[in-house]
């Protein structure tokens, strides 16, 4: 068993959370039961590095099955070692180490996409895990992560998503332009959501959510900028009924993601 919350290996792991560390190995920190169960189901062979208490892994003995079944060793450690090594306060019994894997955008519009979010200077890695979730749920082909929105392998991006960051390519550190490009190339139109857009509601009854759609999310607090806007086909809003004053971003993303999906489903 791992005891020493000191040694290098437990500090190798910690610095993972750091943006620095995981450019300089290509890995990544997962925490927590539902992420690692994701991982070894659908992407074991990411898995370097699989740490668990003895009573986490009592309790889900599902995930040392599927350890086991993907040739993943299991190392204990103690309840100190591992809070030393998580991102959060109160780490749930498992932590691993994962390779990266960014797809890039040429596979992706290769796969002809029918449904795409695209994540412009997304800072909050809260909204940006969210919006990977939400993505996944909406049946999206992918989602595309620009170079000046926040890593995608940030701990709170990934434990945001939960889990769904193994289940549908992302591409990372592309510019606006780039994708823009490779979009209509691809046949595929362009909404911007935007505070100022067309409503929601009535591009619905339109028709024009049936179409290809790769969907551009911009800043929480800034929104898309006139040059970002430019590039999109349509700015489309999401109606607020009641009496908030704005909606979160992660959020909004859903809905605009679920009405593509209705559309293309109906």
């Known amino acids: 068993m791992l005891d020493n919350p000191r ?9 993972l959370a750091n943006r620095a560390a995981r450019s300089e190995t290509g890995l990544f920190l997962l925490e927590g039961p539902q992420a690692v169960s994701e991982a070894l189901t659908f992407r074991p062979e990411l898995v370097v590095e699989l740490y668990a208490t ?31 090594m998580a991102d959060t306060v109160t780490p749930q019994g498992f932590i691993a180490v994962c390779h990266q894997f960014p797809t890039s955008i040429k596979k992706i519009f290769a796969n002809e996409p029918k449904l795409i979010a695209i994540l412009e200077e997304v800072r909050d ?12 749920a909406a049946g999206a082909d992918a989602v595309i992560f620009t170079g000046r929105s926040v ?10 998503s939960t889990g769904s960051i193994f289940h549908l390519p992302v591409a990372v550190g592309v510019t ?20 100022k857009g067309d409503d929601l509601l009535e591009a619905r009854n339109s028709g024009l959510l049936a179409a290809p759609t790769a ?10 900028t006139e040059e970002d806007l430019a590039m999109a086909d349509r700015a489309i809003s999401v109606p607020i009924y009641g009496n908030a004053e704005s909606m979160n971003l992660a959020t909004a993303a859903s809905v605009c993601l679920y009405e593509s999906a209705f559309s293309h489903r109906a």
Do not use: C, H
């Open 7 to 15: 040694s290098p290996r437990v500090r190798a792991v910690a610095k």
């Open 176 to 195: 606006l332009a780039d994708v823009r490009e490779r979009a209509k190339f691809a046949g595929m139109q362009i909404l911007a959501a935007d505070i």
């Open 215 to 224: 969907w551009l999310f911009g800043n929480e607090a800034r929104g898309l």
């Open 125 to 136: 890695p809260g909204n940006a895990g969210t919006i990977i979730r939400a993505a996944d």
């Open 54 to 84: 003895p009573t986490a892994l009592e309790r889900y003995t599902e995930i040392g099955d599927a350890a086991v079944a993907a040739g993943v060793d299991v190392e204990f450690v103690t309840e100190q070692v591992l809070e030393t």
């Open 151 to 160: 890593d995608l392998y940030n701990p709170k991006v990934v434990r945001s």
